[in-house]
């Protein structure tokens, strides 16, 4: 008879994969197939979806719903685990992470952790931001911008008070990036739509101001690009005003770097970034808040810790500029950083980053775009629709390109839907005051 004991099983090696933000479930797809024996993955994320960041203004402007511009994390993936928690802790000399779960606290083993968080809204980078403006960072912002937007115009038509209904009609957009450009055109394309269902709201009284401190719109793009964004906006009745520095902000208005005072209501902030607030304690070199990083994703002096996106700092040997915090972008690092982590385990030499931009794009409006692909410049509608095609094929899944494509072709020949949406509870609603009794 044989009594010897049969081998043990050697522990699975883990990769966790901290964000689930482009970087990390293009980093988590792109190492499931390849990933050699013995090894797992994890993909930690404090949210179950994937956020389409550049598809936000979709959302205030009401061509999309706002479930599509998500995508599920669980069914993009295949092997991978998938855990909804916060990452807390990192002990790098022994190889584990704390996190926190809707179970408890989890204590988790290590051998690579990606960090992969993205970086966080900055409300305090200008005075009254965080108390009166509203950010669109998470498709939550969206939502709760659109549904302003909708109580400003209903508030408008309850008030008899000219200077008050100037205020509430006046929407002021911060920041003349991607995303202040393309929700400025959105908001007007909104207002202008949404106001046919209110009668005793004249067009002149809404109004919309894109506030920039720079010289001019889109300084990622070439200037004429940038030229032709203000020009578009411009065109749809959006007043850009280059070089406005908003100093601080009020309930009631924007106080101007110059003395001036712009009066608005609405106040929608694209601008300001701030680090997740465990970059601070994992004790490593940053960049404006961002991780620094070695050319190939590596944290520099951390075997084994490795970041990309939006949270590092990651040096563009095409550029010789650190990466720019963009999905494009992001989705190269994720590419790159999965073939050198594989080589890491191969123990073969990694290499660095190197990436020459495709081009970059952005809407102005309805039917209106502007972009810059591979050198060619496009204004107008040949961008406009590059810029759809370009996000619909990013999509992960056949059904959410179907809902997206759907949604799209019905916005082509229908307004914007006005659906004032209130996530509120049974719980929540207020008792109806009792009905007087009948004589």
Known sequence: MNTSTPPSTPPLKTIVIAG????????????????????QLVLLSEESYTTFNPMLAEVVGAAVFPEHVIAPIREMLAVTRFIMGRLERVDHEARTLSCSTLAG?????????????????????????????LPLKLVGDAMHIRNRLLQRLAHIELSADKAQRRTL??????????????????????????????????ARELRVTLLHDGE?????????????AAKSLAERGVDVRLGARAARVHADGV??????RVASATVVCTIGARAN???????????????????DGQVSGRPGLWALGDCAATLNLASGQPSPPTAQFAVAQARQLARNLLRHIAG?????????????????????????????????????????????????????KVRIW?????????????????????????????RPTQP
């Open 20 to 39: 689930g933000g482009f970087a990390g479930t293009t980093l988590a797809r792109a190492l499931e197939a390849p990933l050699p024996p013995g090894w």
């Open 105 to 133: 606290p989890l204590e988790m083993r290590f051998d690579h952790l990606v960090l992969a968080f993205g970086q966080r809204a900055n409300l305090d980078i200008i005075p009254g931001l965080a108390d009166h403006a």
């Open 169 to 202: 009609g006046h929407f002021v957009v911060i920041g003349g990036g991607f995303s202040g450009v393309e929700v400025a055109g959105a908001v007007i394309d909104f207002i202008r739509s949404a106001h046919r269902c209110y009668p005793r709201v004249k």
């Open 216 to 228: 001019r719109l889109l300084p990622e793009l070439p200037a004429a690009l940038g030229a032709a």
């Open 255 to 260: 106080d101007l770097a110059d003395g001036t």
């Open 277 to 295: 607030p465990l970059v601070e304690r994992l004790g490593v070199q940053t960049l404006r808040g961002r991780i620094v990083t070695d050319p």
């Open 348 to 400: 073969e030499s990694t290499r660095p980053f190197h990436h020459v931009s495709r081009g970059m794009m952005a809407t102005t409006g309805h039917h209106r775009g502007v972009a810059q692909v591979f050198g060619i410049k496009l204004a107008g509608l040949p961008a406009w629709l590059l810029w759809r095609a370009y996000y619909l094929m990013r999509m992960p899944t056949l059904g959410r």
């Open 406 to 434: 759907v949604e799209w072709t019905w916005s082509l020949f229908f307004p914007a839907d006005v659906t004032h949406l209130r996530f509120t509870r049974t719980t929540d609603v207020e008792t109806p005051p009792a």
